[in-house]
């Protein structure tokens, strides 16, 4: 098992440019979330969803859209990058059953100049 | 508005003595509270879950209470070593149902 992984691991991306942040997993999770890291701040959740087809917003999702098609994929994609969207950002899956936590990926560095 | 609060403060530690996190909590009232490990460049992995009607859960050398009457967590680490050096997350479920995370707390255990 791969667990849940993240592409790229690091990027640098010019402000206004788009660009997807791949995840996928391979455990059969049906939920899926992504998150961001700033210093100081914690993880933040930005997206999450419950299953294929459905999703729903976090509590930082202005700029970000998803999508889940497949229960294995969940893309992040930054529509039009911007300074105050550099950070780590983390993608993590769960089972439906009850008493597990998270796994979560090795992360994605990202950086708008 | 909800919160989630650990100490920002880092925790310094000598090895074989336990470590003591804290978790509190307002305006939530969760069915259940989690503890990750995260090192640094590196994603959390998953400790322990506790759950509303459980008091105190362990596993190996680490301990969790919860408290839904002072709306607190507290995660234990006994004898400590220095391999358990991290920052430690608490995370709970929020009321539509989206998991949440504290700041995490730093541990540093001094050989």
């Known amino acids: 098992n791969a667990g849940v992984t993240q592409t790229p691991k690091f990027q640098v991306l010019k402000t206004g440019q788009s660009m997807t942040l791949q995840c996928a997993q391979d455990?059969?999770?049906?939920?899926m979330s992504w998150y961001r890291q700033d210093p100081g701040m914690g993880l933040r959740l930005i997206h999450y969803s419950v299953g294929a087809g459905i999703t729903d917003q976090g509590e930082v999702p202005n700029g970000y859209n998803v999508s889940r098609s497949t229960t294995e994929d969940f893309p992040l994609r930054l529509l039009s990058a911007a300074p105050s969207q550099t950070s780590v950002y983390f993608c993590a899956s769960r089972s439906t059953i009850d008493g597990y936590g998270y796994t979560f990926g090795s992360g994605t560095r990202l950086t708008v100049v | 508005s909800q919160k989630i609060e650990q100490n920002s403060e880092a925790l310094n530690i000598q090895e074989g003595k336990t470590a003591t996190l804290t978790c509190n909590y307002t305006?939530?009232?969760?069915?259940?509270l989690q503890w990750y490990r995260q090192d640094p460049g590196r994603g959390p992995v998953f400790l322990l879950l506790i759950r509303e009607n459980e008091k105190e859960k362990r596993k190996e050398r680490l301990k969790v209470t919860f408290d839904t009457t002072l709306k607190q967590s507290l995660f234990h680490i006994t004898a400590s070593q220095p391999a358990d050096s991290a920052t430690y997350l608490c995370a709970l479920i929020s009321n539509t149902g989206k998991l949440i995370f504290g700041q995490g707390t730093t541990l540093q255990v001094k050989p």
């Open positions: 305006n939530y009232s969760p069915a259940y």
């Open positions: 455990m059969n999770h049906e939920y």
